[in-house]
T-cell receptor, first 112, second 111 residues
Framework: DVKVTQSSRYLVKRTGEKVFLECVQD?????MFWYRQDPGLGLRLIYF???????EKGDIPEGYSVSREKKERFSLILESASTNQTSMYLC???????????FGPGTRLTVT | DQQVKQNSPSLSVQEGRISILNCDYT??????FLWYKKYPAEGPTFLIS?????DKNEDGRFTVFLNKSAKHLSLHIVPSQPGDSAVYFC??????????FGKGTRLHILP
């Protein structure tokens, strides 16, 4: 059974804190993605990676960075959390570009 | 500007009937389309896809239709079941392998 796991289901952080969201996949996929989901806005791509140590900006990268040191792990970093980064964060992986992605369960982050 | 539009935020369908979810796109450079289903508190799951060289793809109760001239695709679910109640996202991939998701349509299957 294929699996994408995210380090936390719920997270509460204070404004200005550095936040790490971790994602691990066990399918040996080359490609990994970070999205955020907000009511009425759907899924918006933050960053993606098509190879280890490689990263590309998505549609809304401002305020975020990523790290991919190993094939199975893709981390999303909020350098200084702000209240407008309160959201559901979803990680995904795929074997073929952005097609047929497998998603993790999501992390609901609240920044107070 | 929204390149992938799901104009109906919600849809209610009687159990056993056909559910039709619609999606419009504006960019003719999209060449691959997907539908995902999402339950509350879970990540989206891939449902069905279609390449731009086809106009129909079927998988069990799910069929996706693509009308390239109208830049429109639709997902048909027949017959609709209670477990189909979820949010459905349409997504499009362009030739540069960039993916754009729609905002989603919440489907309610009524008993």
């Amino acid at each position: 059974d294929v699996k994408v796991t995210q380090s936390s289901r719920y997270l509460v952080k204070r404004t200005g804190e550095k936040v790490f969201l971790e994602c691990v996949q066990d399918m040996d996929h080359e490609n990994m993605f970070w999205y955020r989901q907000d009511p009425g806005l759907g899924l918006r791509l933050i960053y993606f990676s098509y190879d280890v140590k490689m990263k590309e900006k998505g549609d809304i990268p401002e305020g975020y960075s990523v790290s991919r040191e190993k094939k199975e792990r893709f981390s999303l970093i909020l350098e200084s959390a702000s209240t407008n980064q309160t959201s559901m964060y979803l990680c995904a992986s795929s074997a073929q570009g952005p097609r047929e992605q497998y998603f993790g369960p999501g992390t609901r982050l609240t920044v107070t | 500007d929204q390149q992938v539009k799901q104009n109906s935020p919600s849809l209610s369908v009687q159990e056993g009937r056909i559910s039709i979810l619609n999606c419009d796109y504006t960019n003719s450079m999209f060449d691959y389309f997907l539908w995902y289903k999402k339950y509350p508190a879970e990540g989206p799951t891939f449902l069905i896809s279609i390449s731009s060289i086809k106009d129909k793809n079927e998988d069990g109760r799910f069929t996706v239709f693509l009308n390239k001239s109208a830049k429109h695709l639709s997902l048909h679910i027949v017959p609709s079941q209670p477990g189909d109640s979820a949010v459905y996202f349409c997504a499009a991939v362009n030739r540069d392998d960039k993916i754009i998701f729609g905002k989603g349509t919440r489907l309610h299957i009524l008993p």
